[in-house]
Nanobody, 125 residues
Framework: VQLQASGGGEVQAGGSLSVSCAAS????????MGWFRQAPGKEREFVAA????????YYSDTVKGRFTISRVNAKNTLYLQMNSLKPEDTAVYYC???????????????????WGKGTQVTVSS
């Protein structure tokens, strides 16, 4: 599967932004999907994950309650809705995938097999 994230940009603190990830290749609905981010000078970190059907979602503690991960298998697309954004959310956001029909959990420590190029999200104070 090939992945391409898009939709990043700049927003003021407290605002909202949505990023998406288009997947190409067969059987998108057999992949667990996730969002990760990497800020300058920091290690890449897990943000959110969703199982193949979209029934199960997982979030890091830092974004829980503010971000929502979702997917539309018919469109081969993954989404991340980000609300109440903070300057510390500034990072390059990457989507990732791993073929699996398990429900999870997919959390910190998960290293998916497939990665897309990232999209920059900048939150100004």
């Amino acid at each position: 599967v090939q992945l391409q994230a898009s939709g990043g940009g700049e927003v003021q603190a407290g605002g909202s932004l949505s990023v998406s990830c288009a997947a190409s290749g067969p059987m998108f609905n057999s992949y667990a999907m996730g969002w990760f981010r990497q800020a300058p000078g920091k290690e890449r970190e897990f943000v959110a994950a969703i199982n193949w059907s979209g029934e199960y979602t997982y979030y890091s503690d830092t974004v829980k309650g503010r971000f929502t991960i979702s997917r539309v298998n018919a469109k081969n697309t993954l989404y991340l809705q980000m609300n109440s954004l903070k300057p510390e959310d500034t990072a390059v956001y990457y989507c990732a995938a791993e073929q699996s029909l398990f429900t999870g959990p997919w959390t910190t420590g998960w290293v998916p097999r497939h990665w897309g190029k990232g999209t920059q999200v900048t939150v100004s104070s």
